[in-house]
């Protein structure tokens, strides 16, 4: 480190840049509004997400005024995972694929990130790492336990970065100032986690595999969304072909329930994401040849396999040409335009998203 703030902050192991922010601005003693303000005084930052990566003049500000380098502060960023996992650029996405969405409002969150309380009470210096805004990480491999993504006393999502001066340290609640590290635990789904260290394993190697095909890290996480896809709207039933389909692989259609307000991986609460994701692993480790059985048992034609809204992986397609019917041929029930009332899942999935505006609303 070079010569910068007079109290010198260094990063942690794998520590998120706005948890550096937070935890710099509390060891100078003031609010890291103001810490910010200082090093930026034109620009909000946390009217935005920081952690998507900053610009290179902002960049340079802050390795200018915190003595660590360009470098080292690039590392932080999540922009270098999500460019290996997405097609395309990143520019084209409002919410990047399989990093948590903030859902940023001004200065506030509807959530995104998460933490293992163990770990906390652990750190010398409490800090939020980056495996903590991967969608696919819930729980801790070290702990075994699942992450939290909320103050379990007042149910306000994290938001180290509106933390003010007298906290002391990132372990606290922004919202109630309740210790983060004194709540209980809950062990997370084995088949979660082993799906969330092949999803590492992929990142770190660059190579995925399905069955005896090798995969590049961007082709293994589209497999895996598309196989989200088909786990969602089975899901949505309680009974029919993809019903049958996922019994066929041996996963538990009971436990198997749709997220209560229907929004992307990347906006659900971790106990939905390690649902699914447990059944994904599922899925996954079948291969291709127990994925084609349970397909042909189950009596799929193509269309129940191929969705308008998502290209189907080079990986299933010699599958998808091997089964009956035509493209589109059941994928997706008809538009009722009558008039009639809605569903009853539908309407509950629309009062679940006005709770969870109106929950960020009243903070």
Same mark, same amino acid.
């Given at each position: ?22 935890? /710099?601005? !509390? ?7 103001? !810490? ?134 990132? /372990? ?20 979660? !986690? ?39 709207? /089975? ?81 299933? !397609? ?46």
């Amino acid at each position: 480190m070079n010569e910068g703030w007079a109290l010198p902050v260094a990063l942690q192991p794998d520590e998120l840049l706005s948890s550096w922010l937070a935890r /710099a601005a !509390l060891t100078q003693g003031c609010d890291p509004l103001v !810490l910010t303000g200082s090093i930026w005084p034109s620009w909000r930052v946390w009217a935005r997400d920081p952690d998507r990566g900053l610009s290179k003049a902002q960049v340079d500000a802050l390795a200018s005024v915190s003595g660590i380098d360009t470098s080292t502060l690039h590392t932080t960023s999540l922009r270098t995972t999500a460019a290996t996992i997405a097609r395309g650029p990143l520019e084209s996405y409002a919410i990047w694929p399989w990093i948590l969405a903030q859902g940023t409002r001004n200065r506030m969150r509807h959530g995104g990130l998460q933490y293992c309380p163990i770990c906390l009470k652990e750190d010398g210096k409490p800090y939020f790492r980056r495996q903590w805004r991967l969608a696919w990480h819930t729980g801790c491999v070290k702990h075994g336990v699942l992450l939290a993504d909320r103050c379990t006393h007042c149910h306000a999502p994290l938001e180290p970065h509106r933390l003010s001066a007298e906290d002391g340290h990132l /372990a606290r609640c922004a919202t109630c100032v309740s210790d983060l590290r004194q709540v209980d635990t809950l062990p997370v789904v084995e088949s979660a !986690l082993t799906f969330q260290n092949t999803a590492d394993d992929v990142l770190t190697t660059g190579v995925g595999v399905y069955g005896t095909t090798q995969l590049s890290p961007a082709d293994w996480f589209e497999l895996s969304r598309y196989f989200l896809t088909i786990l969602r709207k /089975a899901s949505l039933t309680q009974s029919g072909k993809l019903r049958a389909l996922i019994r066929e692989l041996g996963i538990n259609s009971v436990q198997l329930n749709p997220p209560a307000t229907g929004l992307p991986l990347e906006l659900l609460p971790v106990g939905e994401r390690m649902q699914l994701l447990s059944a994904l692993w599922r899925l996954l480790s079948a291969g291709p040849e127990g994925f084609r059985a349970a397909t042909h048992a189950a009596l799929l034609t193509r269309g129940y396999l191929h969705h308008t809204k998502q290209p189907v992986p080079a990986s299933v !397609l010699t599958l998808l040409e091997s089964l009956p019917g035509q493209i589109g041929i059941g994928s997706y029930p008809a538009r009722d335009k009558s008039g009639a009332p809605r569903s009853k899942q539908t309407v509950m999935r629309m009062h679940a998203r006005l709770l969870r505006r109106m929950n960020a609303a009243s903070r």
